[in-house]
């Protein structure tokens, strides 16, 4: 069964520090998305994206966020001066059609520690 | 009003018994209803969609209420692998993200 994958499962880093998060989504799938999830609080939306561009984006994804698709499989969050307050668990998710249709499929997530 | 609630729990529960959660929201132009399933350190994972008609797959019944903003998840027969978080989840039209509520903590116990 195809999977959204990403990498690293866990990243440490110093706060200051630029980060960059992968994410494969699945292969056919045309919606993209970003999502967090600080310890203990509920999944909180990044940014999603379509048709190689940005398509909505939240409070949260400020001028430090950006994303990438730089190929035809890969899909990049990077942080670029990471805060305390960014040590979170990241979401990548993608969907073959609009949400609201169906359901979007999420990776594993990313952990980022800041310290 | 949070834009969607959930009682946190948690639900402890014996196997077998049937358990059910409730979601209120508070954006009255959602379009679609969702629940997934989150285990411990794990990603949301859909659980089913949930239509104004009500659903039903296997032991899971959804139920919505549009009026009310209001909607519900049943879980029959309960078992030891149903124990997770409870997300309820919606969007509005178009292309707009998912909005989470912080879930429903479930634990089924031998």
């Known amino acids: 069964e195809p999977e959204v994958t990403q990498t690293p499962s866990h990243q440490v880093t110093q706060m200051g520090q630029e980060v960059i998060l992968r994410c494969v989504p699945i292969?056919?799938?045309?919606?993209f998305y970003w999502y967090r999830q600080i310890l203990g609080q509920k999944v909180e939306f990044l940014v999603s994206?379509?048709?190689?561009?940005?398509?909505?984006k939240s409070e949260i994804f400020d001028d430090q966020f950006s994303v990438e698709r730089p190929d035809g499989s890969n899909f990049t969050l990077k942080i670029r001066s990471t805060k305390l307050e960014d040590s979170a668990m990241y979401f990548c998710?993608?969907?073959?059609?609009?949400?609201?249709?169906?359901?979007?499929?999420f990776g594993p997530g990313t952990r980022l520690t800041v310290l | 009003r949070k834009e969607v609630e959930q009682d946190p729990g948690p639900f402890n529960v014996p196997e077998g018994a049937t358990v059910a959660f409730n979601c209120t929201y508070s954006?009255?132009?959602?379009?679609?209803f969702f629940w997934y399933r989150q285990d411990c350190r794990k990603e949301p994972k859909l659980l089913m969609s949930?239509?104004?008609s009500g659903n039903e797959d296997g032991r899971f019944t959804a139920q919505l209420n549009r009026a009310s903003q209001y909607i519900s998840l049943l879980i029959r027969d309960s078992k030891l692998s149903d124990s997770a978080t409870y997300l309820c989840?919606?969007?509005?039209?178009?292309?707009?993200?998912?909005?989470f509520g912080k879930g429903t903590r479930l634990s089924v116990i031998a």
């Open positions: 998710a993608s969907s073959d059609r609009d949400p609201f249709y169906g359901e979007q499929f």
């Open positions: 292969s056919n799938h045309l919606y």
């Open positions: 994206f379509y048709n190689n561009e940005i398509s909505e």
């Open positions: 954006n009255s132009a959602s379009q679609s």
């Open positions: 949930v239509y104004s």
């Open positions: 989840v919606l969007t509005g039209q178009g292309n707009t993200p998912l909005v």
